[in-house]
């Protein structure tokens, strides 16, 4: 079956732009994670999902980032005014059920983001 | 702080050379640890979770093991193929989020 798809694959913005990159979990998967991941770095939290909630943003580095997933399916993050330092691949997993600290997180492509 | 820290940071063996790749946590209250494969250019592939200190799982050519500090990959006989770069990551008690290490490079020669 298809795995988790992100878009675009690659994005190259200007400082002080706005960017939205977006992440389709696999189908019928509750729970969505996004992680940024630096090279040479294993990826690193940001926030995550179950269904549209948004139970924990404190991996999202201030307040330009952000991220919705108003159905529960589609997630999309937000990095308002980028900056530099926001270069990086950005990550998204998900999994099947909610609360589950044991279930295993899929991974998508990434996006990889570059601010010039 | 919860960490988690990989050994060595890259590893060259030969074809057929077997060893072992170390990850050791500092994850409170750690729920499972989990092995990734992540090949260049793509997103972590799952191998392994491990629950509980004792456990073992096996995958092909791929080992994992958990004691109550750190676990171990181990790679018997190791074809090119295998080469990739290795994450762990613990799950913590309070919440989903995975904290991974940085990775370990392997590289198998023929």
């Known amino acids: 079956g298809a795995g988790v798809s992100q878009s675009p694959r690659y994005k190259v913005t200007k400082r002080g732009q706005d960017v939205a990159l977006r992440c389709d979990p696999i189908s019928g998967h509750v729970s969505l994670y996004w992680y940024r991941q630096a090279l040479g770095q294993g990826p690193e939290f940001l926030t995550y999902?179950?269904?549209?909630?948004?139970?924990?943003k404190s991996g999202l580095p201030n307040d330009r980032f952000s991220a919705e997933r108003p159905e529960g399916s589609i997630s999309t993050l937000t990095i308002q005014r980028t900056e530099q330092r926001d270069s990086a691949m950005y990550r998204c997993?998900?999994?099947?059920?909610?609360?589950?600290?044991?279930?295993?997180?899929?991974f998508g492509p990434g996006t990889r983001l570059l601010v010039l | 702080e919860d960490q988690v820290t990989q050994s060595p940071e890259a590893l060259r063996l030969q074809e057929g050379e077997s060893s072992s790749l170390n990850c050791s946590y500092t994850?409170?209250?750690?729920?499972?640890l989990f092995w990734y494969r992540q090949d260049p250019g793509k997103g972590p592939e799952f191998l392994f979770t491990?629950?509980?200190a004792g456990e073992e799982k096996e995958k092909e050519r791929l080992k994992a093991t958990l004691t109550k500090k750190e676990s171990f990959l181990h790679i018997t006989a190791p074809k090119p193929e295998d080469s990739a770069t290795y994450l762990c990551?613990?799950?913590?008690?309070?919440?989903?989020?995975?904290?991974f290490g940085a990775g370990t490079i392997l590289r198998v020669k023929s």
């Open positions: 491990l629950y509980s």
């Open positions: 997993a998900s999994s099947t059920t909610p609360g589950g600290y044991q279930e295993t997180q899929y």
């Open positions: 994850v409170s209250g750690l729920r499972g």
């Open positions: 990551a613990g799950s913590m008690e309070y919440g989903n989020k995975l904290v």
């Open positions: 999902f179950n269904y549209e909630a948004q139970q924990d």
